[in-house]
């Protein structure tokens, strides 16, 4: 069973209540801003290519475009390419299991960080 924040503090601390309800409206703004920003993109890189070239300075700062270039190889470079990842792959599962097994025999070490999740109710 999911224990709550009510749950686990009855006499509720108002200022950590304060920061969980901050932390929750800040996440959900910044993915909303996040997709709006987004949304305006393409109508930027449209106008700076339109009317600047690959950059404009305003009073708001520089904004420029940069290009990234995707390539397609041919069938023959691929298939070789292919066997390679396939045999790297199989040396990676080899090292993986290696791994495991130190882990399992208290050979490897390890170092823990502490990270802070949310879900929204929604």
């Known amino acids: 069973m999911e224990r709550t924040f009510d749950d686990m503090h009855p006499v509720v601390n108002e200022t950590i209540a304060v920061a969980y309800q901050y932390y929750s409206e800040t996440k959900l703004k910044i993915k909303e801003l996040t997709t709006q920003l987004k949304a305006m993109e393409d109508e930027l890189i449209e106008d700076i290519e339109k009317n600047y070239g690959d950059n404009v300075t305003n009073d708001y700062g520089t904004f420029y475009t940069s290009r990234r270039k995707t390539w397609t190889y041919s069938k023959e470079l691929t298939k070789k390419s292919e066997a390679v990842d396939k045999k790297i792959a199989a040396l990676e599962e080899t090292i993986k299991v290696a791994k495991i097994t ?9 170092t823990e960080a502490i990270s802070l999740n949310f879900k929204a109710k929604i």
């Open 102 to 110: 130190e882990e399992r025999m208290d050979l490897a070490t390890f």
